[in-house]
């Protein structure tokens, strides 16, 4: 069975851009979930979407945002990018939500400059 | 929040030593997720523990959740090279929690 795939690999971008980040999760997999993972401050949880609604949600401000569509794959958006937001963008799918098995996707490396 | 802190942040071993990472936390957790990252790659499920002193094995690694499931342990016996990665621990209630994870080297 394919695995999370996550689009673009790589991205380089200006600070004031936005940028939106896309990821298909295992098929069957309802539940999608975005983290933001850096060398100063770890593995963060930014959002869950479960059937297109978002169920659960971190402490990141407003400047990111996600969707999910009703095939299951998900969008997450950045706008006014900051060089703060330069990280890997990991998202994850699982069958039931945060407390099931979670499989991450491959990343996606974000530069901002 | 829930909050979980992990030690240690680093470990470096001798090939066929044990290695153990600790993860705890001031509140009761409703679980703890294990995941393991690979230097440039992303994190893979390991395990998921519930249950109040839980003990799981699978094959080298041993993974226990405490009695006030307050805390949890990673235990890796006789080290490989291949076990050499950084080892999260996560929960979840209402939103998703990781520790900082212990990132073990294991010299051959």
């Known amino acids: 069975k394919a695995g999370v795939t996550q689009t673009p690999r790589y991205l380089i971008k200006t600070r004031g851009q936005q940028v939106t980040l896309s990821c298909s999760p295992i098929?069957?997999?309802?539940?999608v979930s975005w983290y933001q993972q850096t060398p100063g401050q770890g593995l963060q949880f930014l959002f869950e979407?479960?059937?297109?609604?978002?169920?659960n949600k971190g402490n990141f401000p407003g400047r990111f945002s996600g969707r999910q569509f009703s095939n299951s794959r998900s969008e997450m958006n950045v706008s006014t990018l900051e060089l703060g937001d330069s990280a890997l963008y990991l998202c994850?799918?699982?069958?039931?939500?945060?407390?099931?098995?979670?499989?991450f996707g491959p990343g996606t490396r974000l530069t901002v400059t | 929040g829930q909050q979980v802190m992990q030690i240690p942040q680093y470990q470096h071993v001798q090939e066929g030593e044990d290695f153990t990472t600790y993860c705890n936390s001031s509140?009761?957790?409703?679980?703890i997720q294990w995941y393991k990252q690979r230097p440039g790659g992303h994190p893979v499920f390991l395990i998921q523990?519930?249950?109040?002193?839980e003990v799981k094995k699978q094959k080298r690694l041993t993974f226990q959740f405490g009695e006030a499931k307050k805390n949890s342990s990673l235990h890796i016996t006789a080290t490989q090279t291949t076990d050499v990665g950084t080892y999260f621990c996560?929960?979840?209630?209402?939103?998703?929690?990781f520790g900082d994870g212990t990132t073990l080297t294991v010299k051959p």
């Open positions: 994850a799918s699982s069958l039931g939500g945060l407390g099931y098995e979670q499989y």
């Open positions: 098929s069957g997999h309802r539940s």
């Open positions: 979407y479960f059937s297109e609604t978002q169920r």
């Open positions: 509140t009761t957790l409703s679980n």
């Open positions: 523990l519930v249950k109040s002193g």
């Open positions: 996560a929960t979840n209630a209402g939103k998703s929690t």
